[in-house]
């Protein structure tokens, strides 16, 4: 698969397209919505969010694919850089009215969403510094806001980032990480 990003939300979360199946695929859920593969799930992966020098400290010899003036361009061209969509609550698209956002976080906070033995987590960042445990995950937030999630082992475990309003958008019956 080939995945660019697409510019258009669903649900007011990222579509990415898939060049070879030409399939749209949902950054929230990893599932297929619009083309061939409408439907099909993506496996989640362990991943992790963190500065490019932090990346090149860790993995040395890391071969990047795109020319770093190609992101450069993306930022000035692409309508949510622009924007600076990230930087205000205002959504580009009204949501439907069945999508109950809990007002407890702005609707752009960042969280990151967990899978974890069939249920669906989420971990909203103005909740929480350091390290927290929550039954046998461990979310870790770093000085620069980056997060990361492992089992007891230590192993990372597959995780999204998203905005408080996709984690409400689609995953509705999930539980939500609150300080104790």
Request: glycine residues 6%; charged residues 25%.
């Amino acid at each position: 698969m080939r995945f660019g990003i697409s510019g258009y939300l669903y649900r007011n979360a990222v579509l990415y397209y898939d060049k070879e199946t030409e399939t749209f695929w949902g950054q929230a859920t990893g599932r297929a919505v619009v083309g061939p593969q409408t439907g099909k799930q993506l496996k989640w992966i362990p991943t992790t969010v963190t500065t490019f020098a932090d990346w090149k400290k860790r993995y040395p010899k890391t071969t990047v694919l795109a020319p770093v003036q190609d992101l450069r361009n993306y930022r000035r061209t692409h309508r949510y850089y622009k924007e600076r969509y990230h930087s205000h609550d205002r959504l580009m698209f009204p949501m439907s009215p069945s999508v109950k956002i809990d007002p407890k976080y702005k609707k752009k906070d960042n969280c990151t969403v967990v899978l974890w033995k069939d249920q669906a987590r989420c971990y909203p960042h103005p909740a929480f510094e350091g390290r927290i445990e929550d039954g046998d995950l461990f979310v870790t937030k770093d000085k620069n806001g980056f997060v990361k999630v492992t089992d007891k082992t230590g192993k990372l475990v597959p995780s999204m980032h998203a905005y408080w309003i996709a984690w409400c958008a689609f995953y509705p019956a999930g539980q939500t990480w609150s300080p104790p």
